[in-house]
């Protein structure tokens, strides 16, 4: 039986879901009325809940506090416009990385960069385990080398590329919504669809490709199969599961 370990901060995803029938009569702001609530595990808990939705064998190791930092979106029922967000202070402590078990067949760093994992934590890491996939909002550098694999989005490969050298090229994998991703510089095309919301997309990506990965021990394979997961989640409300 191969196991899979999730390592990462993590919040509890809150979605208020609204009717918005009037202004208020003071400022010129929309009245909101509550018609429901939706609540589940956010950031590596949603990575978490996404791997279990497609294989049993998985286990997290996050703060403990994880249930009492919460993001919460306000949104229009009708539309699924969001109207704002409020996000509750992230007192995270660092994790205890000698207490780390590493009998697992594939880590993933679902690295929000909240306080949890510094990057020395996540170079110690990488060191101790040799298929590591990485999902990070840190700028990267050196400390990321001996990741197996590195996930990130649009927006942190802009922030990183000029510091990704030839230790890391070939490692990342760059999303780009819409338009895919890029590996190895070879494009990743995706097929249109609705998007409802795009919250968690990148969980359930990062989801897809470790456990297709683990089943296939192909990497073009599991781009595909994340891609296909990604595009699944977006069509529905709020942070969802594949």
């Not at 286990?59 to 979106?73: A, E, H, L, Y």
């Not at 990485?134 to 802009?158: C, F, H, M, R, S």
Request: aromatic fraction near 10%; hydrophobic fraction near 35%.
């Amino acid at each position: 039986m191969k196991r899979i370990l999730v390592i990462g901060e993590s919040c509890r995803d809150v979605f208020v879901y609204c009717e918005a029938k009037r202004l208020c009569p003071d400022i010129p702001v929309p009245v909101l009325n509550e018609v429901d609530r939706v609540e589940t595990g956010g950031m590596a808990k949603n990575v978490h809940r996404n791997i279990l939705s497609l294989y049993k064998h998985c286990d997290i190791i996050t703060n403990k506090n994880w249930s009492d930092i919460t993001k919460t979106r306000y949104v229009h029922t009708g539309t699924n416009h969001t109207f704002f967000r409020v996000d509750s202070s992230h007192n995270i402590e660092p994790i205890t990385i000698s207490e780390i078990c590493y009998d697992y067949d594939i880590v993933v760093i679902s690295d929000y960069n909240k306080g949890f994992l510094s990057e020395d934590d996540i170079k110690k890491i990488c060191s101790k385990h040799s298929l590591v996939f990485l999902d990070t909002k840190k700028v990267l550098g050196p400390w990321a080398n001996d990741a197996a694999y590195i996930k990130i989005n649009n927006y942190e490969y802009n922030n990183s590329k000029q510091y990704i050298d030839s230790a890391l090229r070939d490692k990342v994998i760059h999303t780009h919504g819409e338009h895919g991703c890029i590996f190895r510089e070879k494009k990743y095309p995706v097929k249109k669809v609705e998007v409802r919301d795009t919250s968690g997309a990148g969980d359930s990506f990062i989801s897809g490709l470790i456990v297709e990965y683990l089943k296939t021990n192909d990497i073009e394979k599991s781009i595909m199969f994340a891609n296909k997961c990604a595009s699944t989640v977006v069509t529905k409300k709020g942070v969802a599961v594949i």
